[in-house]
């Protein structure tokens, strides 16, 4: 029988033949973000927003969309459109046109809230990459959001976008066209670059590889609650977030496994104990010889979380197996999501996919800040926005640790959650929190 990926080779090139540069594949990372959205009744993308906050009146918005418009020429996932033909998850490559909106606050309203706004009516049938430029009246500032949909961008292309969009607010022929040469030489090395992983990724999905997982999700089923709109305050925003600052481990960062086991916590505290908790985290690199294009790469992996039956950190499985079995699901990384909940399935999990909460790690040193004609951004948050699943950590590490978590009020109540979020921090040394 044909892997998933083959499967889908297959019925990709029934749409386009041998070569097309309007139709381009997708990897399997990518296909996860596109199915879910076709299951979603609103359609709704995932969304990478950037918020960075200005000076007044330093930012020219039409330089700034100019400059945006050069960075999606200059890369075709920055101009392609996600849709699904015929059942067929693909992107469309399309004209680089990058929308720069200017959201007027109702009366009442914050600058975060006008963004909250814009970016919940996003339109899925344009461009991936959008700029939000709103007034801050109350701190003199400019907030801009830099948002692309996540089914174009993973997180290791966010750098590189914040760098070269810089870069092209700087130039002096702002106005000037990027030659195609350019254009066409990158679609190639995109479509190329996709290919050597969907080439990985088919080769990747062994026999041996699906036991594999089979034998290591079998016990997995998801645990959250079904989502309840009712559940959530009147008034309040449908997402909560807590974040905290935690001094570094004696200079170094804290290992992923140990983040895996401090994520096991919080899953204890909002699941209970004795579950294996799906959690999800992306992982993966560019196949060897891959031009380093900008686009989404990193698959998601499945984290069998146990939550064992005492309270605490260390408690459930030990942490020296986790890292062993952790090494093992990396030598299988490869394999892509839906392959890998097909193998628990067919191995008699009632698991259908959902990742009832999700961690992603980042290094203080790969993200460097937005500069626009020598003007530093600060980086900020827009909290309160639409989550997808129900909870959500972010760990940025460099001279200190930096905590964040969001989760979906639909699914999980405040009182659960700032549990779960003490025993995540308690978990990587207690610190002083901020919640929000």
Request: aromatic residues 6%; proline residues 8%; hydrophobic residues 40%.
């Amino acid at each position: 029988m044909l892997s998933i990926t083959s499967q889908y080779l297959a019925r990709y090139r029934r749409l386009t033949g041998d070569r097309s540069d309007t139709v381009l594949p997708v990897t399997g990372a990518q296909r996860r973000f596109l199915l879910v959205r076709s299951m979603d009744p609103s359609g709704r993308p995932d969304l990478v927003p950037m918020f960075f906050a200005f000076p007044y009146g330093t930012v020219d918005p039409e330089r700034l969309r100019a400059a945006a418009s050069r960075l999606a020429a200059r890369h075709t996932a920055l101009r392609s459109r996600p849709a699904v033909v015929r059942g067929t998850p693909v992107l469309r490559v399309a004209d680089p046109d990058v929308d720069l909106a200017r959201p007027a606050l109702l009366p009442g309203e914050s600058a975060a809230d006008a963004l909250r706004r814009a970016l919940d009516s996003w339109d899925g049938q344009g461009s991936p990459l959008r700029l939000f430029l709103v007034h801050d009246e109350e701190h003199e500032e400019e907030i801009l959001a830099v948002a692309l949909d996540h089914a174009v961008c993973d997180g290791r292309s966010l750098a590189r976008i914040v760098d070269e969009l810089g870069a092209a607010y700087s130039e002096e022929a702002i106005g000037s066209p990027v030659a195609p040469g350019e254009t066409d030489a990158e679609l190639t090395a995109y479509r190329d670059a996709v290919l050597s992983q969907l080439a990985a990724e088919e080769k990747a999905e062994t026999p041996e590889a699906a036991a594999y997982w089979a034998g290591r999700l079998r016990a997995l089923r998801a645990h959250a609650p079904a989502r309840g709109p009712a559940r959530v305050p009147e008034g309040a925003r449908p997402s909560g977030a807590a974040q905290a600052r935690l001094p570094a481990h004696d200079g170094a960062g804290v290992s992923f496994p140990a983040l895996l086991d401090a994520c096991r916590s919080a899953a204890r505290e909002l699941y209970g104990p004795g579950r294996t908790v799906p959690l999800g985290y992306p992982w993966g690199g560019r196949p060897p010889g891959a031009e380093p294009v900008i686009g989404c790469f990193l698959n998601t992996l499945v984290f069998p979380a146990d939550t064992g039956q005492a309270e605490g950190p260390g408690s459930g499985t030990d942490q020296e197996a986790l890292a062993d079995a952790w090494w093992d699901d990396l030598d299988r990384a490869d394999v892509p999501f839906d392959a890998v909940v097909t193998a628990a399935r067919a191995a008699g999990s009632a698991w259908t996919g959902g990742l009832d909460g999700l961690l992603t790690v980042d290094d203080d040193s790969r993200r460097p800040p937005l500069v626009l004609a020598g003007v530093e951004g600060r980086e900020v948050h827009v909290d309160g926005r639409p989550v997808r699943g129900p909870f959500a950590v972010s760990v940025t590490q460099g001279a200190e640790i930096r905590l964040r978590m969001v989760w979906d009020r639909a699914v999980l109540d405040d009182e659960s959650a700032h549990r779960a979020f003490d025993a995540l921090t308690h978990a990587l040394r207690p610190s002083d929190r901020t919640v929000q």
